[in-house]
């Protein structure tokens, strides 16, 4: 099994770590969250099981262990204070990054997700259905909560 994992993670690690990195927006935070990654599959291999794609599981795993990490208050405050010039992007962009992070840690899990896959990834809603192992029109519903939540938010603080 270390074999497999270890030509998983040549094979599929820049993936997970670019991803990361979109996500967080930190280099140092999306470094660790790949090596939580792989450090789980070795010690709980059975979470992987098998149907599907390993990337697919590997890209949701990435998606899920990011939010995660934007939930928590002290990370979140961190990546805000911290954050530096992007690889290639204009400040207003910068901005954008920040807030979207700051109301995705807000979030509810399956909303959070959901706003990652369209909005970042551009993925159809039928992609994120199969992805999510749910309906199109749920995925629909998802996104609508979290367009209503933003709107009722900026209301809040125009």
């Known amino acids: 099994m270390r074999s497999v994992l270890e030509a998983a993670y040549r094979s599929h690690g820049p993936v997970v770590l670019r991803r990361a ?5 930190n280099d140092a935070d999306a470094r660790e969250v790949v090596q939580e990654i792989f450090t789980s599959l070795l ?3 059975e979470q992987y099981s098998g149907q599907g794609s390993l990337m697919a599981f590997l890209y949701q795993a990435t998606t899920n262990r990011c ?5 928590d208050a002290r990370n979140r405050l961190r990546l805000l204070d911290e954050r530096g010039p992007p690889e290639s992007s204009s400040a207003p962009r910068v901005e954008e990054r920040a807030v979207l992070r700051q ?3 807000r979030l509810p ?16 809603q039928s992609e994120i259905a199969a992805l999510l192992g749910c309906s199109r029109r749920h ?7 979290a367009r209503a939540g933003l709107a009722a938010q900026e209301d ?3």
């Open 21 to 25: 990195r979109s996500i967080l927006g």
């Open 43 to 45: 010690a709980r291999p």
């Open 67 to 71: 939010l995660n990490r934007l939930r």
């Open 103 to 105: 109301y995705l840690a």
């Open 109 to 124: 899990e399956d909303q959070a997700q959901a706003v990652v896959y369209f909005y970042l990834d551009e993925m159809s």
């Open 139 to 145: 995925v629909g519903n998802l996104l609508e909560r």
């Open 156 to 158: 809040a603080h125009p």
